[in-house]
């Protein structure tokens, strides 16, 4: 079964980049979505289609995708960025998510 | 403004059944498929089952193949879950999640509900 692995945490200093990957094989052919999850709240879409921002979610937060490899990266880091992190992509008609990462703002 | 407003989720014994259910309002339903996501507490997202808006396509985790079954009711605007043979291990959080138009088991997810707790226990 396909796999998507991401690191369990990422720390990032406050107005700094935070880059959070999801690895998976070949996971450049596939659409990779991203969620934002805070405690006691449900899931955000924050980036669909590897790059694109839905309405509200602000220009510092983008995504890419290639090789094995896609990444989430929030420039200018905030406090309220501070959040579980989760990618997705579709493989043979299921929804695979990843692991998840917490990202710590310090 | 899209909202989804789940119900039924409780407390089962191992062994029982439960239906979810997701109420749909602020977006044409019928066009749209929709899913449901759990999450057991503390941890990952797990994707359980997705159907597409007219109900005639519906894609299962293997997790819960043969034990639950999704289906909609357009004209009530509402998804459900029917959950049988519930094990320990179903205990979670489910959500209901509307798939970007007009997409199905391609899209993502732009919707979410706040989430019905669903435990298993003895």
């Known amino acids: 079964s396909y796999e998507l692995t991401q690191p369990l945490s990422v720390s990032v200093a406050l107005g700094q980049t935070a880059r959070i990957t999801c690895g998976g094989n070949?996971?450049?052919?596939?659409?990779v979505h991203w969620y934002q999850q805070k405690p006691g709240q449900a899931p955000v879409l924050v980036i669909y289609?590897?790059?694109n921002r839905p309405s509200g979610i602000p220009e510092r937060v983008s995504g890419s995708n290639s090789g094995n490899t896609a990444t989430l990266t929030i420039s200018r880091a905030q406090a309220g960025d501070e959040a579980d992190y989760y990618c997705?992509?579709?493989?043979?008609?299921?929804?695979?998510f990843g692991g998840g990462t917490k990202l710590t703002v310090l | 403004e899209v909202q989804l407003l789940e119900s039924g989720g409780g407390l089962v014994q191992p062994g029982g059944s439960l239906r979810l259910s997701c109420a749909a309002s602020g977006f044409i339903f019928s066009i749209n498929a929709v899913s449901w996501v759990r999450q057991t507490p503390g941890k990952g997202l797990e994707w359980v089952s997705a159907i597409d808006g007219s109900g005639s396509k519906t894609n299962y985790a293997d997790s819960v193949k043969g034990r639950f079954t999704i289906s909609r009711d357009n004209a009530k605007n509402t998804l459900y879950l029917q959950m049988n043979s519930l094990r320990a291990e179903d205990t979670a959080v489910y959500y209901c999640a509307r798939e970007t138009p007009p997409y199905f088991v391609s899209g993502s997810y732009d919707y979410w509900g706040q989430g019905a707790l669903v435990a298993v226990s003895s």
């Open positions: 289609r590897d790059t």
């Open positions: 997705q992509v579709w493989v043979s008609g299921t929804a695979v």
């Open positions: 070949n996971i450049g052919s596939k659409s």
